[in-house]
């Protein structure tokens, strides 16, 4: 079979795998070593100089890391990629390697807590400066970039928590007339639904603690390219030196993740545009932000660039943050936990939880209120989620 013509659910499934079968095994090994075992000096030398592949040390290669990264690269459409012990490894690496003191990153207004933190608290102490914009409009794009200081952009599409949609291919666009790079948070969408390399990004990152694993077992990352210098690059001078390496085992965990995404998608969608079409049509509920609904503004630009509008909702019930804690504190089966991604049905106060960095002007400002909810739909009976939200609603 020509494998360069094998589809996305065969590669979840075999993608990167070809070599790792000793003892004719279905499932590659865990190597769990820490070191490998030169056979003598010429080794060496053909190992250092890169000339073989064989590994060193595990905070730099590790044979069922690679499979991983391998399948990874494969899925995102890009040459290679990138392990780390967490989304925030990735991100923060990525981020790292592209910006030195003087330069600016970009931001998207709404991003993940953590990440938010990263560009515009952690990164300023080494003097790099932010800028934080609307993506969702790109008419004052050119201009931001003129200055030539901005030299990331970085943003998330679906963004977390209320599911901004930016339109990937035309912020590429703009970013390449003033070479700056491009590096796209695709944890909500996963490889499943939206490709940001084959749109023009430059990086690709994950939290694989989410979609990737599925089952809220591990915490992972990974940032995917299609320039394999450049992986390089960010595998041994930033993964390897800041120390933020995935253990053996969580890569197993996450190839097994892997093998079931489409099928977990697709029913984490069917379910999620049921929930949202309910939250909709409900009376006690003020706003639903989900990209599926054709009433939400970023729905035709996630149509053209998605496969499908993904798990995520978020929503505001009347009389705002008293009657959110009401909800929240209501729910049975969903469970009250930050993450994402999981077989169970999560909810959350995104104010008060994971955009706590956030303060309350910033909340206000980019559309991020305190009342919001947001929803990880699972994978269980949806008349059952649903009846649970119908039980915490009636306490309003
Ligand atoms: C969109 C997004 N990006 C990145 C992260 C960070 O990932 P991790 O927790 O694996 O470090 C998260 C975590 O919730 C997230 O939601």
Not at 17 to 45: K, R
Not at 47 to 64: H, I, K, L, Q, W
Not at 192 to 202: F, I, S, T, V
Request: glycine content about 6%; charged content about 25%; hydrophobic content about 40%.
């Amino acid at each position: 079979m020509n494998k360069d013509k094998m589809k996305f659910d065969t590669m979840l499934i075999h993608g990167g795998s070809d070599h790792f079968n000793p003892e004719n095994a279905l499932n590659p090994p865990i190597f769990q070593t820490s070191t490998f075992v030169f056979h003598d000096t010429d080794h060496i030398e053909k190992v250092m100089s890169f000339e073989s592949s064989d590994c060193v040390y595990t905070r730099g290669n590790n044979p069922t890391l690679k499979i991983l990264e391998k399948r990874m690269a494969i899925l995102e459409n890009g040459v290679a990629s990138v392990a780390f012990a967490s989304g925030m490894a990735a991100i923060s690496s990525v981020l790292f390697s592209f910006l030195k003191p003087g330069d600016d990153v970009l931001v998207h207004r709404t991003l993940y807590g953590s990440s938010y933190n990263m560009t515009t608290k952690v990164l300023k102490r080494y003097n790099v400066g932010n800028r934080i914009v609307n993506l969702t409009n790109l008419s004052t794009l050119e201009d931001l970039l003129s200055d030539g200081k901005v030299k990331v952009i970085y943003f998330e599409s679906p963004s977390n928590p209320n599911l901004e949609i930016i339109d990937i291919e035309e912020v590429c666009k703009i970013a390449k007339k003033y070479n700056v790079k491009v590096v796209v948070d695709n944890t909500f969408a996963s490889p499943y639904l939206q490709k940001p390399l084959d749109l023009g990004a430059d990086v690709v990152v994950h939290s694989a603690t989410k979609y990737i694993c599925g089952h809220g077992d591990v915490v992972g990352g990974i940032a995917i390219a299609k320039d394999e210098d450049y992986i390089m690059e960010l595998k041994f001078d930033f993964m390897s030196e800041f120390g933020g390496v995935m253990s053996p085992f969580n890569a197993w965990l996450l190839l097994r993740g892997l093998k079931t995404l489409s099928i977990r998608m697709d029913r984490h969608m069917e379910n999620a545009m049921k929930i949202a079409k309910y939250l909709e049509a409900h009376e006690k509920v003020v706003k639903v932000y989900y990209p599926g609904l054709s009433s939400f503004p970023g729905h035709e630009v996630a149509t053209k660039q998605m496969k499908g509008y993904g798990a995520m909702i978020s929503f505001e019930v009347v009389g705002g943050f008293e009657n959110a804690k009401k909800v929240l504190n209501s729910v049975e089966l969903a469970k009250i936990a930050v993450s994402l991604g999981d077989c169970e049905t999560l909810i959350e106060l995104p104010a008060s939880m994971t955009h706590r960095g956030y303060n309350q002007e910033q909340l206000e400002l980019f559309g991020l209120s305190r009342e919001m909810l947001r929803i990880s739909v699972g994978l269980e009976a949806v008349t059952d989620i649903i009846e649970d939200l119908e039980h915490a609603l009636s306490k309003i």
